[in-house]
């Protein structure tokens, strides 16, 4: 294990690495070779639920059992900080007694296994199982029992995965093979953070405005929604977008107030979209479901789901971005641009655009819910399939040569994960635990609100859990594994320094000081090295011969 990055042993070593105040003026865009000159797509594959350890505790030594497809690291394929020794024969999570009957070590979950319980990863939930950066509680607090949703009974259930014990569970390279298969010829980044602790509408919001405070507007209560200070309000869980046509009419909805990047990129005449499955109210699935209520049935999962979720949308809850009533594109060459869908389209549209010529600067994916990887409702297998039909179709591209492709999630879903989070952001509210009961850190000002005057706003303890972050793209470094500490802002500040000049949002939002993803990237030639597609296949993960008839979404 590379003591680099023991950065959370105790939370005391974490605050003492941050909660300093951020510089107070952003970073310098400095001109020259690097991701403004070399490129012209950004496309942020933005999955549900999965830490860091869940997905690459191993890596890259998989198990290889007889009838899971096998994964064989390249020579010289550079470790990461995962599970090893005493971590997986004598983790604290099997000997902390607060954890009861459920403490265990990491177990490996298998290909069989692919479909699982959710857990829990509320923000307080995810602090306490930090336990001061001991990170021994994780069954105690965010693990749930099964069985997966579907089956059909608990019989032929493994005990673990019907035990809080389950929150300990991780795949190998024989079960997410595409992502490690990712990992071997392009670049991952193995100390990125979620930015603040907390559920899906935490992390998207973070991913577009580095900002969860300046909630302006709520109906139907404020179940989720914390008095950030100053008489301003800020979000840590999930509810729906207020005006969203298929938000929830019983439960909380809000509206966020100040920017996002959309706005950003607006103001430059950036081309964007924000693309997720569902969202086309219009279209009529192959099971005859439309609108709100468009559904998929997984084999995996043996579920039926709705593709499209409201609170995973971030842009819907800004005014200036959203999209209410999911209103279509005037046609396909006006995607990207400002017209009656304001940037808010359904995944088919961005592969409709490409197809066309009119492949947007910055596009985020949203995969319809069945193949997003939020356990109870996804899986890896189902999740695979969409992540490689994604790659393969872009890789195809002749656009391909100046794209950058980043595949990350939205938050941990409670999943274990040994590394504490360096602490970049204090708070002190009710829903805090980290430090003590409503104490993340040490209260130290470091981040304000949205507005002037808020100096600094509550609710936000961060950095939250590690989650995974890939690179693909012909200029990053193949089989490469980051050092650097990196959170969802900073793909916030690849996009800023790739299309506006190094500009940050300010107002509060985390990327005034987010690590830079350029170490992922080699931009040290006038053209890149890396240009050999990697074609995959969307079933199994494995290296495949490309296969150009076979339907996308």
């Not at 809080?164 to 795949?171: E, S």
């Not at 017209?339 to 600067?361: E, K, S």
């Not at 074609?535 to 150009?548: F, H, R």
Request: a negative charge; glycine letters at 10%; one cysteine or more.
């Amino acid at each position: 294990m590379r003591f680099r990055q023991r950065l959370g042993a105790a939370l005391g070593a974490a605050a003492a690495l941050a909660l300093a105040t951020p510089p107070s003026a952003p970073a310098q865009h400095h001109p020259g070779r690097g991701p403004a000159t070399a490129l012209r797509h950004i496309v942020v594959i933005f999955q549900e639920n999965v830490s860091f350890d869940h997905y690459f505790a191993t890596y890259p030594h998989a198990a290889n059992p007889v009838g899971e497809p096998a994964f064989h690291p390249l020579p010289h394929t550079p470790p990461v900080n995962g599970l090893s020794g005493p971590l997986l024969a004598h983790n604290p999570n099997a000997t902390n007694p607060g954890n009861g009957a459920d403490a265990s070590n990491p177990f490996r979950l298998d290909r069989s296994q692919a479909a699982t319980a959710d857990q829990s990863h509320a923000y307080t939930d995810e602090q306490r199982a930090f336990d001061h950066g001991a990170m021994d509680l994780f069954p105690r607090y965010t693990g749930r029992k099964g069985p997966p949703p579907g089956w059909p009974s608990p019989q032929g259930v493994p005990a673990k995965l019907l035990s809080k014990a389950l929150a300990m569970g991780y795949f190998d390279g024989n079960t997410v093979t595409a992502l490690w298969n990712y990992a071997q010829h392009y670049a991952l980044e193995d100390n990125y953070f979620n930015t603040t602790f907390g559920p899906s509408t935490p992390g998207a919001l973070n991913l577009i405005s580095g900002q969860t405070n300046g909630v302006i507007q709520t109906a139907n209560g404020r179940f989720g929604i914390e008095d950030g200070g100053a008489g301003s309000l800020t979000d840590y869980s999930d509810s729906d977008p207020l005006g969203d046509a298929c938000s929830s009419s019983t439960h909380t909805v809000f509206r966020m107030g100040g920017s996002n990047i959309g706005d950003l990129l607006n103001q430059h005449h950036i081309t964007w979209g924000w693309f997720q499955g569902g969202f086309d109210l219009s279209a009529t699935n192959p099971n005859g479901t439309t609108g709100c209520d468009r559904t998929h049935h997984s084999a995996v999962t043996n579920l039926i789901e709705r593709d499209y979720v409201p609170h995973h949308e971030p842009f819907q809850y800004y005014a200036s971005t959203a999209n209410p009533l999911h209103r279509r594109p005037g046609s396909v060459a006006s995607i990207g641009h400002t017209d009656a869908a304001n940037h808010q389209y359904g995944i088919r549209d961005f592969f409709a655009a490409v197809r066309a010529g009119h492949f947007p600067a910055v596009s985020y994916l949203k995969a319809p819910a069945y193949e997003n990887g939020h356990a109870g409702n996804s899986d890896p297998l189902d999740e695979q399939r969409f992540l490689v039909q994604v790659v393969n179709f872009l890789e195809q591209r002749p656009e391909w040569k100046s794209t950058a492709v980043i595949i990350t999630y939205d938050d941990s879903d409670g999943w274990y994960d040994h590394v504490a989070s360096p602490q970049v952001n204090g708070s002190s509210s009710p829903a805090d635990a980290l430090a003590a009961p409503g104490v993340c850190g040490s209260g130290t000002p470091a981040l304000a609100g949205y507005a002037a005057n808020n100096p600094h706003a509550q609710g936000r303890c961060g950095y939250g859990p590690r989650l995974p972050l890939l690179l693909i793209s012909p200029w990053a470094r193949p089989n490469f594994v980051g050092a650097n500490v990196t959170d969802q802002t900073s793909i916030l500040r690849l996009i800023e320094d790739t299309f506006l000049h190094g500009q940050r949002l300010g107002h509060g939002s985390y990327d005034a000081f987010s690590g830079s993803l350029d170490p992922l990237f080699d931009f040290s030639r006038p053209q890149p090295q890396n240009t050999r597609p990697l074609w995959l296949d969307e079933s199994t993960g494995e290296v495949a011969k490309p296969n150009a008839s076979r339907p996308l979404h």
